[in-house]
Structures are given as C-alpha cells and as structure tokens.
C-alpha cells in the first residue's frame, strides 16, 4: 500500500490520467493505509506487532517505503522503546 501510494502519482501521470482522479487514487491509497495501520496497532500487542513488522531501516532501504510512512508505522514501536526504557 506504501509504495502504490508513492507510484500512484508517477504511473497516472505517465498515462496523461485526468488531475482529479490521481488525487482521488492518492488520498483512497493514504485512508487505507492509515486504516491498516489503525487495523495493525489494535489487532497486535505490542511484542507482536515489534515481531512481525521490519524495522524501519528495512522499510527505507529493501522496501523503498517513503520516510513519512515507514515512520507512521514505526511509530508503535518507538513508543514501546521509549517505555521500556523509562
């Protein structure tokens, strides 16, 4: 979902799509991963969520997952690191 929201903007307007529907692309891309993320962080504890997901150097450098994502889906397991060592 990360990276169809990243290519959305790039295939659309390679193939000279209307303005409005790649924006209406994009934003359906960003409401459904800020939804699978909600989905992530309520299903999973926090270990477990800590288990499954890659960490964020994974995400930037083997996935190519834009920084403002790999850190919106990083961000429970900074907190659970923050906690842990307070």
Request: charged share 15%; aromatic share 12%.
């Amino acid at each position: 979902m990360a990276q169809q929201k990243h290519c959305v903007i790039y295939r659309e307007t390679a193939a000279h799509s209307h303005l409005k529907l790649v924006g209406h692309l994009y934003d359906q891309c960003q409401d459904t991963l800020v939804q699978f993320g909600t989905f992530l962080g309520s299903t999973y504890s926090v270990d477990e969520y800590v288990e499954r997901l890659p960490s964020i150097i994974t995400m930037l450098r083997e996935y190519h997952i834009n920084t403002d994502v790999a850190f919106f889906l990083a961000r429970p397991m900074f907190t659970h690191q923050i906690n842990v060592r307070l």
